[in-house]
């Protein structure tokens, strides 16, 4: 993928098609039987369906254009809001994580080679992939602080052999493509692999309190993994080099794709408190009814402010390494406030299955753990303002 930008113009186009296709096609998914009975995210049939239709429609992968030009972060939050709308969108229309996030990193770093290998089949929404990072902390491995990796690697000949364990590792079951982080005599390194493979051993598929992502979050052991050096992203030693990279865009694409989300269960919600009658007079007209429907506007509007402000700092060429801790945090938990509301003005229908506001309840629960809690968020910031504040005292 280039830097290369489209006309903001453009990017509304696409925004409202893909809108008009999450809610026109995908919407209708939310009820598909064969959701109900998979525990670990839609099944890799229903993934196939919604992505056939998707192709069809002309909005598949839709923040990355013919040629490889990837959308602004600006534009890509306009089109990556509109997926959200309903928690099959992002899988339908190939935006989901940790795909969009892998998407943009070798689009960044890959080779001409690592691209037609393993980034077009992506790109193409033929296949799904996983990101090797986060290790188990039961054996003091990597979780919030990638420095304490244990996962190793090292030369043998002319390939690299890998060992470790790997945690939460989203989509690992029935992925095409993995990106695996372990640690070499020179430091973090990242390594591209075609999964399935005999020496990466998914151990179990963990119970989650969210359901959106296909193939779950999974234990996995790694166990002599042989990769040919071509196979490593950049050099060895670059790993969290790489990391940062794709670190505050899929961060920031997170608050992007939750915050369609919660626009939809406020649509919900809302529809509910202003036709349905208690006390003898509609929800909505109650002040503690009104007044939480209110709030949510305050939220989601102060989300997608946040959102634009990240957004630009990061097309302005920044990392934005501080900034997109912000916006998670401060998304995250509005988000949450959001949601939590839409469960309360609803009651017991809030709570059941008859709606997605309680499945957003749970996914944006935990939003606020994945891509790092809220209390990490804001342990890094303090650093960043004692570091701040000595620096200019010293000037």
């Known amino acids: 993928m280039s830097d290369a930008a489209v006309l903001s113009i453009d990017a509304e186009a696409i925004a409202d098609r893909v809108e008009a296709f999450v809610r026109e096609v995908v919407v209708p998914y939310e009820k598909d039987p064969r959701i109900a009975v998979h525990g670990h995210g839609p099944p890799e049939d229903l993934v196939v369906e919604l992505r056939a239709k998707a192709r069809a429609a002309g909005v598949l992968t839709p923040h990355i254009l013919p040629g490889g030009a990837h959308l602004t972060q600006r534009d890509t939050a306009k089109v990556l809001i509109r997926s959200g709308l309903s928690p099959l969108g992002p899988v339908a229309v190939n935006t989901m994580a940790p795909d969009e996030g892998n998407m943009y990193l070798l689009g960044k770093v890959g080779s001409a080679e690592q691209k037609t290998r393993f980034l077009d089949p992506l790109v193409r929404g033929e296949a799904r992939s996983a990101f090797f990072m986060t290790e188990p902390a039961a054996e003091g491995g990597a979780g919030s602080d990638p420095s304490m990796m244990r996962t190793t690697c090292e030369m043998d000949g002319n390939h690299w052999v890998i060992n470790g364990r790997k945690a939460f590792i989203t989509g690992a079951q029935g992925a095409r493509v993995g990106i695996v982080m372990a640690k070499s005599q020179d430091g973090a390194c990242m390594f591209l692999v075609d999964l399935p493979d005999p020496a990466i051993r998914i151990e179990r598929v963990l119970d989650t309190i969210d359901s959106s992502m296909p193939g779950g979050h999974a234990i996995i052991a790694i166990e002599n993994l042989r990769v040919p050096a071509d196979q490593m992203l950049g050099a060895s030693g670059e790993g969290f080099q790489y990391a940062q990279v794709r670190l505050s865009p899929a961060r920031l694409s997170h608050c992007m794709r939750w915050l369609g989300a919660c626009i939809r269960a406020n649509e919900i919600a809302t529809a509910y408190a202003c036709t349905r009658q208690a006390f ?94 809220t209390e990490v968020h804001k342990w890094s910031l303090a650093k960043k303002v004692k570091r701040d504040f000595l620096k200019a005292k010293a000037a």
């Open 280 to 373: 003898g007079k509609l929800l909505v007209d109650h002040e503690g009814v009104g007044f939480m429907l209110a709030d949510n506007l305050i939220d989601l509007r102060q989300c997608e402010q946040m959102i634009d402000w990240c957004a630009g700092i990061l097309d302005g060429g920044s990392l934005g390494t501080a900034e997109s801790s912000m916006a998670k945090v401060a998304v995250s938990e509005a988000l949450m406030r959001v949601a939590d509301r839409c469960v309360q003005v609803m009651g017991g229908t809030g709570v059941s299955g008859d709606t997605i506001v309680e499945q957003v309840f749970r996914e944006i629960r935990a939003f606020r753990i994945y891509d790092g809690p």
